[in-house]
């Protein structure tokens, strides 16, 4: 086998892994308020999420790795190197937090490692502004949108529970199997945007160094990487689920309905819009606006201010560590 080759499909191979870390980091995110609510145990609950996240490819196309692949770093700039180099420093920034408990960004881990990586090459110029505009926007925006999504799903769970007066153990029963829905919905889209940040790293990996002639995510790209993720929610991340699911706030099944609908909501619409954003993110900002509806101070700030200072890092220490790794691999690495 020709050594480039090797070489590229190794590093494939370690962006899938990186795929697997981010089911694994982010299973806190589909399963932390059914699980806090007590709707499934924790082990039948990571399989329903990871079904999901296998599946996602059945609905939603490949608009955000189009974004990740082409759309924020110029391909003229890649190389095997500066991907592994990208990946690995993701893959180090995720098991950071998951070790600390942190529900960082996967997503903005990897596109900061890219970046790093990138520019430790051949420097600045190579950041394309308006892929990063609308993935900077979407920061705050897809947050708030979860934020006062599940504010007002809450609101209405509550009136409609007012007005028809029933019996807190019918409201209960119900609840329940609506959240069932609900996380189902979420894992759609955890899978369906998260895993084509991957199927996009590949793919610019295969048109740069020339296996594909057009930029085109192939069909095995997209079923490895929707097969990575969802066997990284199997695998669970406990620790965040602890952060997620209870530390923010203490939360009921209709609850944890509303804040996992409020988020698939809003994690759907960036991904049609083919922006990368976070589903660490959306969902915190759900679980607290769900929280908020009963008072403020059901909310523990102090934990998402902790989660947020992450948030703000999570970009630029990804792409150090990356760019750190390429300056290391370009020792012993072609550049």
């Known amino acids: 086998m020709d050594l480039s080759l090797a070489f590229a499909i190794f590093v494939i191979a370690l962006a899938l892994v990186f795929d697997f870390t981010n089911g694994m980091h982010d299973a806190a995110n589909s399963i932390s308020t059914i699980v806090s609510t007590r709707v499934l145990s924790p082990r039948l609950a990571v399989v329903w999420a990871a079904f999901f996240n296998l599946i996602a490819f059945l609905i939603f196309g490949t608009t955000v790795a189009s974004t990740i692949g082409k759309g924020m770093i110029s391909l003229n700039t890649v190389t095997p190197t500066v991907i592994l180099a990208g990946v690995a420093g993701a893959i180090c920034w995720n098991l950071i937090t998951w070790y600390f408990g942190l529900p960082s960004s996967s997503s903005h881990a990897l596109i900061g490692g890219y970046a790093g990586a990138a520019i430790a090459r051949s420097g600045f110029s190579v950041i394309i502004a308006s892929g990063w505009t609308k993935t900077v926007i979407f920061i705050a925006l897809a947050p708030t949108i979860g934020l006062l999504l599940g504010y007002l799903l809450k609101i209405a769970a509550s009136w409609f529970i007012y007005k028809s007066r029933q019996a807190p153990a019918t409201v209960d029963k119900w609840s329940r199997t609506l959240q069932?829905?609900?996380?189902?919905?979420?894992?759609?889209?955890?899978?369906?945007?998260?895993?084509?940040?991957?199927?996009?790293?590949?793919?610019?990996?295969?048109?740069?160094?020339?296996?594909?002639?057009?930029?085109?995510?192939?069909?095995?790209?997209?079923?490895?990487?929707?097969?990575?993720?969802?066997?990284?929610?199997?695998?669970?991340?406990?620790?965040?689920?602890?952060?997620?699911?209870?530390?923010?706030?203490?939360?009921?099944?209709?609850?944890?309905?509303?804040?996992?609908?409020?988020?698939?909501?809003?994690?759907?619409?960036?991904?049609?819009?083919?922006?990368?954003?976070?589903?660490?993110?959306?969902?915190?900002?759900?679980?607290?606006?769900?929280?908020?509806?009963?008072?403020?101070?059901?909310?523990?700030?102090?934990?998402?201010?902790?989660?947020?200072?992450?948030?703000?890092?999570?970009?630029?220490?990804?792409?150090?560590?990356?760019?750190?790794?390429?300056?290391?691999?370009?020792?012993?690495?072609?550049?």
């Open 180 to 335: 069932l829905f609900s996380a189902a919905a979420y894992s759609l889209a955890h899978g369906g945007n998260d895993a084509q940040k991957t199927m996009g790293i590949i793919t610019s990996l295969l048109y740069a160094g020339g296996l594909i002639s057009v930029f085109k995510v192939p069909l095995w790209v997209v079923l490895s990487a929707h097969s990575a993720i969802a066997l990284g929610t199997l695998s669970g991340g406990w620790r965040i689920v602890k952060t997620m699911g209870q530390k923010i706030t203490k939360l009921r099944p209709v609850d944890g309905f509303c804040a996992e609908t409020a988020s698939a909501i809003s994690i759907y619409m960036a991904t049609f819009l083919g922006v990368p954003v976070s589903t660490t993110h959306v969902i915190t900002g759900a679980i607290s606006g769900v929280g908020s509806v009963n008072r403020l101070s059901a909310v523990r700030w102090n934990i998402t201010l902790r989660i947020v200072w992450a948030w703000i890092i999570t970009i630029p220490a990804a792409a150090i560590i990356a760019g750190s790794l390429y300056a290391l691999a370009k020792l012993v690495l072609p550049a």
